[in-house]
């Protein structure tokens, strides 16, 4: 259904007749009744937001088009190449070379309406449609749709209904995330490892717990992580309400023995206890740890970030947010580096994960000495025997260790990339330390290893590919960390 919707608007139309005479705007309205057909179906609210809806609705109404399309033939600085620049976004761009040219104009989007409505003596068209479009496209920006919003390109975060944002909670969840109390030793807390000023990662290798100890996995950044489908790497919790309570109890992390000794600890703290009553409407002694697993995947819920450059030139048309070099980065992630296969860019948010897992050739090393002769005794029916595995071949199985299936040995969650440049070093393991190293290894089509994933290959990218896609990787950061963010006292 949606390949043939897809195929149905982006259709290439004459590119003279789309944009030079009314005859265009036909076809697009023919287009956008088709869109409006088809809305009720379900499929049209999957293909387009509500506000690029709304530009295109915009650019249907607004008088000045038409008037101007007749004015200005072939004028490359129309405004009309900015206007098509929005559609090829609705329709996810029926033209690169017309997007080239859009992009040519540095126009902000509303300094443009405001111009060709006014500045443009020759139109007497309906004024008034023309003041509409004006004042619902300043509207628009206002209401924090396109500009400025810290949550450009990102899809609506979903909250669970048992789990509603309260600023209170929040503050409760913010609390409990950073106190060092809550760990069998008194030294670690969650914010050890999820480190404010390095975009919620730790920057080891592998990431380190009560007394000194080391864990198996690298430590991956909590910044949109309210918005995975499933919690670690390997996906082995649904949500944040579950996955808080993991680290707690976990030997070589918080190392607490149960989770009586969480409720032990909170208990005691006659702030938490007031809190704890009065955000959940509870006496003391109904106090669990679902309250508390809880209140922290509330406060984590507030560590999201899109506004990138990306989402700026991509989702926000703003063409010179990023170098050329990204742009073409850009291109090389969705095209020939087939990187965007899972980590996905949809067409009005992204999130550069699937929430699938893969097998993308790291770790196996660790595997070879004794998966074979583990694969032949399972495959001859006995159990699997792990006990004189290390804990780091042990975690080399990944998602296995939650669907016991075969095919699924070393696979792990696609990881959102946003904010990658600050989150090294990379992978479960972080055994690759750059960007430049990761981009080599898929370049060579990752470990050679039987389990790899098809969708990893030998890229021979050029010098210019891999440095154009590093800076794409880069202009993945979210404006507010650009500067390493300094870490907020516990109690702010
Ligand atoms: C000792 C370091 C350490 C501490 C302390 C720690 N974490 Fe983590 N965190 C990790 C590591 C390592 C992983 C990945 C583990 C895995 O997937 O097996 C992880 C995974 C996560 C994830 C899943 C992210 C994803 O990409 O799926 C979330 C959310 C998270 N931690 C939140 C917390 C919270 C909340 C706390 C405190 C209750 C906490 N962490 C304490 C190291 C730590
Ligand atoms: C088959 C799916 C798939 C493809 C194709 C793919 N990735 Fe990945 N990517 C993953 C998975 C899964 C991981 C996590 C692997 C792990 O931890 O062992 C990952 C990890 C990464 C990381 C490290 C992130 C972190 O925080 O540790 C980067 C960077 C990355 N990929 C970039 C790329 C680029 C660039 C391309 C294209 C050249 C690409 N990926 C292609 C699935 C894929």
């Known amino acids: ?39 009720p179906t379900g499929e049209l609210l999957s293909f387009a937001s509500p506000r690029q809806l709304l530009h295109a609705l915009l650019y249907l109404l607004h008088p000045c088009s038409r008037k101007e399309s007749s004015q200005r033939k072939g004028d490359p600085n129309s405004a009309n190449f900015l206007r098509f620049s929005l559609l090829a976004r609705v329709f996810e761009g029926p033209s690169l070379a017309l997007r080239k040219r859009a992009a040519s104009l540095p126009l902000p989007l509303r300094a443009y309406f405001a111009k060709s409505c006014d500045a443009r003596g020759g139109i007497t068209g309906d004024k008034r449609l023309c003041l509409t479009s004006v004042t619902l496209l300043i509207g628009l920006s206002f209401s924090g749709g396109t500009f400025a919003d810290s949550t450009l390109g990102l899809p609506t975060l979903v909250v669970p ?24 030793d008194g030294s670690i807390s969650c914010a050890s490892c999820h480190q404010t000023d390095k ?13 000194g100890q080391t864990g198996t996995r690298n430590t991956p950044s909590v910044i949109n992580a309210a918005f995975y489908q499933t919690q670690f790497l390997d996906g082995r919790e649904q949500g944040l309400e579950a996955q808080a309570l993991g680290p707690m109890v976990n030997p070589v992390e918080h190392g607490l023995k149960d989770h009586q000794a969480i409720i032990d600890i909170v208990r005691k703290d006659p702030n938490y206890l007031s809190l704890m009553t009065r955000v959940f409407n509870i ?51 969705r095209r020939k580096g087939n990187c965007a296969v ?48 290390s804990d780091a071949q042990r975690s080399e199985l990944g998602r296995y260790a939650v669907t016991k299936m075969p095919a699924d040995i070393g696979q792990f969650k696609t990881p959102t990339l946003r904010n990658v440049a600050f989150t090294a070093p990379y992978m479960h393991d972080g055994s690759i330390k750059t960007l430049e190293e990761v981009i080599e290894h898929y370049d060579k089509g990752g470990e050679n290893s039987r389990f790899v994933d098809a969708k990893v290959f030998p890229l021979h990218l050029t010098k ?3 440095a154009d896609l590093l800076a794409f990787l880069q202009s993945l950061t979210s404006v507010r960390y650009t500067q390493p963010i300094t870490a907020r006292p516990a109690h702010e």
């Not at 005859?23 to 309205?29: E, K, N």
């Not at 503050?171 to 409990?176: A, D, E, I, P, V």
């Open 342 to 389: 899972c980590h996905e860019i949809s067409i009005n948010n992204a999130l550069f994960t699937d929430n699938r897992f893969y097998n993308i050739g790291v770790g196996y090393k660790q595997l070879e000495p004794v998966i074979g002769e583990w694969l032949a005794a399972t495959t001859h029916g006995e159990q699997p025997d792990y006990s004189a595995w």
């Open 199 to 211: 975009a919620f990662t730790d920057g080891l290798a592998l990431a380190k717990g009560v007394a």
């Open 464 to 466: 210019q590919e891999k």
């Open 161 to 184: 209904a048992d789990n509603p944002q309260t600023t209170e909670k929040i503050t409760l969840g913010r609390l409990l995330f950073n106190d060092k109390r809550l760990s069998a």
């Open 1 to 39: 259904m949606r390949r043939l919707l897809t195929f149905l608007m982006l259709r290439k139309p004459k590119r003279k007749t789309l944009i030079n005479t009314p005859g265009s705007l036909v076809s697009l309205s023919r287009q956008f009744i088709l869109m409006s057909v088809l809305a």
């Open 283 to 333: 006496q003391p002694q109904e106090l669990t740890t679902d309250h508390i697993g809880k209140a922290i995947a509330s406060f984590e819920r507030t560590l999201i970030a899109g506004d990138s450059p990306f989402d700026r030139y991509y989702f926000g048309m703003d063409q010179s947010a990023i170098s050329e070099s990204a742009a073409r980065g850009s291109r090389v992630f």
